[in-house]
């Protein structure tokens, strides 16, 4: 079964630090793998998808990440925090393949950027 | 652009009430999903539908149902609200079809609290 975990419920960093939220899933197929982010009191925004092409994906806001299959990972990136990233963001999968659109969400990891 | 909207920003309402909530989507989205969304437990879904009139319960349907009678409509229904109800309720479509990626678009959401 499909799965994902994202490792933090709490990241902090100061603002000009590399943000580092780590991503790894479970599935026995090519999965889409995407990141989302949420402001508070917001609905989720899509940051970035990976539906495999390239394995280093860019998204909005200066983010990346990185589809690693033998790690099974999808790491978000961004060289330098700045205070408006402070939000949560969820890592998700969904089935290759399949004709219907369910994804599997980790449970979020939020982000601080301290001054 | 992608525009889903939700009824209500914020909802208060008495244990007992029979409580609606609308999501209506403006891209001809052949998916709807509701989820709800709770701190350190990410989003669980509750119904999604594929089709006008389809429903299928998600992760935890209990106590709550579902109706698709537009396309573009997907109303979450909780016919006797209780306390453990309170929760952020977000609602996302997704167009389907073999070859998408899946990525689901979401609403503001809906605080609804229950007292």
């Known amino acids: 079964a499909q799965s994902v975990t994202q490792l933090g419920s709490h990241v902090s960093v100061s603002e000009g630090a590399l943000v580092l939220l780590r991503c790894n899933y479970s599935?026995?197929?090519?999965?889409?793998l995407f990141w989302y982010v949420q402001y508070p009191n917001q609905g989720l925004q899509l940051l970035l998808k990976?539906?495999?092409?390239?394995?280093l994906v860019k998204g909005i806001n200066g983010f990346e990440a990185e589809f690693k299959k033998s790690e099974t990972s999808f790491h978000l990136t961004k060289p330098s925090a700045h205070m408006s990233d402070a939000a949560e963001y969820f890592c998700a999968v969904s089935f290759y393949g399949g004709s219907q659109g369910n994804l599997i969400f980790g449970k979020g990891t939020k982000l601080s950027v301290k001054p | 652009d992608v525009k889903v909207t939700q009824s209500s920003r914020y909802l208060v309402k008495r244990t007992g009430e029979k409580v609606f909530l609308e999501c209506v989507q403006d891209?001809?989205?052949?998916?709807m999903f509701w989820y709800r969304q709770d701190p350190g437990l990410g989003l669980r879904l509750i119904y999604f539908s594929y089709d006008v009139k389809m429903k299928e319960k998600g992760d935890i349907p209990e106590g709550y149902s579902v109706s698709r009678e537009k396309k573009e409509r997907f109303s979450l229904i909780l016919e006797s609200a209780s306390t453990n109800q309170t929760s952020m309720y977000l609602c996302a479509s997704s167009p389907s079809g073999a070859g998408g990626s899946y990525e689901q678009y979401f609403g503001p959401g809906t605080r609804l609290t229950v007292t």
């Open positions: 990976y539906t495999s092409a390239a394995t």
């Open positions: 891209m001809d989205h052949e998916n």
């Open positions: 599935s026995s197929v090519p999965p889409y």
